[in-house]
Each structure stands twice: as C-alpha cells, then as structure tokens.
C-alpha cells in the first residue's frame, strides 16, 4: 500500500434516492471523505455497464453505484436491472485483472445520509487497502476495441 494514497473514487448516484440520501448527509453535517466524485443519473438503471468500465480505464480507482432499494425505484425496476449488470460487471472486471471489489453496489434511500456516509468511508478505506487502479492502461485499451 502506498502511503500517502488517495483514492479516485466514482459515485453514480440515482436521483431519487441515493443522491438525496447524500445530500442529507450534507446538510446533516455529517463528514465523508473528499475523494467522491459524483455523476447524478436518473436511475442506477440507466448506467451502462461500458461507463463503469470506462471510469476504471480512465483511473477510477473505485466505482461506488448507489440506487433505490429493491422494491422503491421509481422506475419500478431499474435498480433490479443494476444488481444483474454489476454481478455480471464484477466478474467481467476478474478477467481483466481488476479485483471486484472496486466495484461496489448499495442501496441509499433519501432518508439514509448516516449509511450514505458510512458506505463512504467503507468503500474508501477498502480501496485505499487495495492500492491504486493499475490496469487502467490495460483496460483502456480492451474498452477501445469493445
């Protein structure tokens, strides 16, 4: 592990839900860590699994995706649709020599800004642990031929 590591953290957040749900953690004052960058989506359904696999070429370190919890998504069933793309994604990430556990799903409800920043500082802590994305070299070039 290298010291003074900070990770590259991508957060796709549903806008029902999770990305309320990380506003309260906001306004409650709670604290997370900085490294979050966050893309506000309408639906965790709606992400492709190519954005993810592009966020790891491009240096992500970690992809957090966060949604509605089974049985609340507005759209009936996007965030069904999530959990099936992000198992199939994680072993998709084996192959290309990434550990799965860059990649983390969880469901935040918009009353949930303490689980919000709670899976925070988890998925921060894990993924300074694991060290920095190396493959994004290798990715980056399986992702263009894709």
Known sequence: MEKDFEPNILVFACNWCSYAGMDLAGTSRLQYPHNL???????????????????????ADGVL????????CHYISGNYKTRRRIMLLERLLEQFGVEKERLRLEWVS?????????????????????????????????????
């Open 37 to 59: 960058k966050v893309i506000r989506v309408m639906c965790s359904g709606r992400i492709n699994p190519v954005h993810i696999l592009e966020a790891f070429a491009n240096g």
């Open 65 to 72: 995706v966060t949604g509605c919890h089974p049985g609340d």
């Open 110 to 146: 918009a009353s949930e800004g303490e689980r919000f920043a709670n899976i925070a500082k988890e998925f921060v802590e894990q993924i300074r642990k694991l060290g920095p994305n190396r493959i994004a070299e290798k990715l980056r070039k399986e992702v263009a031929v894709v």
